[in-house]
């Protein structure tokens, strides 16, 4: 992952391939990579939760075990 520094105002593009900011002056367009941004933290938050609360028989279904679990439910919202 790759972030271009600027001394201007930058967006945060969730959804790009190389998930970079891109320099802006529109406050539209800061305001919304900042929503998404947040929306996709919120998202990842709910979802490790949800990962943590499976019992062991539905981990073993998609292939993780307890370790892996817990790696992924101890990372901060904002790390893909």
């Not at 939760?49 to 993780?64: E, F, I, K, M, S």
Request: hydrophobic letters at 30%.
């Amino acid at each position: 992952m790759s972030y271009r520094t600027s001394t201007s105002i930058g967006t945060y593009r969730p959804g790009a391939a190389a998930q970079e900011w891109r320099v802006s002056n529109d406050p539209r367009r800061l305001t919304r990579g900042l929503l998404d941004a947040l929306g996709c933290w919120y998202q990842r938050s709910r979802q490790r939760t949800a990962l943590g609360a499976l019992d062991d028989r539905l981990l073993d279904d998609v292939g993780l075990d307890r370790d892996d679990v817990a790696r992924e439910v101890g990372k901060p919202f904002w790390r893909g």
